[in-house]
C-alpha cells in the first residue's frame, strides 16, 4: 500500500498546484472548485493507503520474494440465500418512480429502500457469536 500511497500523493500535489495555478491566473471559481476537490479526492486516498500500510504492514504482493500462496487469505461468507436483494431493488425502483409520479410514491419507496439496506446490514448481526450462556 505504500506504493499506492506515494503514488496517490503525487496525483494530489498534481491537482493542488494546477488548482492554485487555475486560480491564479483564470480566476474562475468553478474550475479552481473542480480541481481542489479533485485534490480532495486524491489526498483522501493517499491517506488511507497510507494508514492501512501502517496498522497492516506490507503485503504480500510488495514483497518480491512472496509466493501466490501468501496472498491467499481467509475466505468471505457469502450467504446462500436472501430476500433482501429484491427488496432493495423494489424499493429502489419505488423511489425513482415516485420522482416521476410524485412524493407519496417516492416517500414509499424510500421506506421500502431502507428496509431493505437495513435487512442486508443486520442479516447476520449474531452470525459468529457463540452459543448464549
Known sequence: MKTESLFFGGVALFFAGSAALYGWWAREPAGSAVLVVAFLMAALISFFTA???????RRPQDRTDAEVADGAGPLEFFPPDSRWPVVTAFGFALTATGVVYGLWL????????????????????????????
Request: no cysteine; hydrophobic share 45%; charged share 20%.
Open 51 to 57: 494508514v492501512q500500510y501502517r496498522r497492516k504492514g
Open 106 to 133: 417516492f416517500l414509499i419507496g424510500l421506506v421500502v429502500l431502507a428496509r431493505g439496506v437495513a435487512g442486508f446490514v443486520f442479516q447476520y448481526v449474531d452470525r459468529g457469536s457463540g452459543p448464549p450462556e
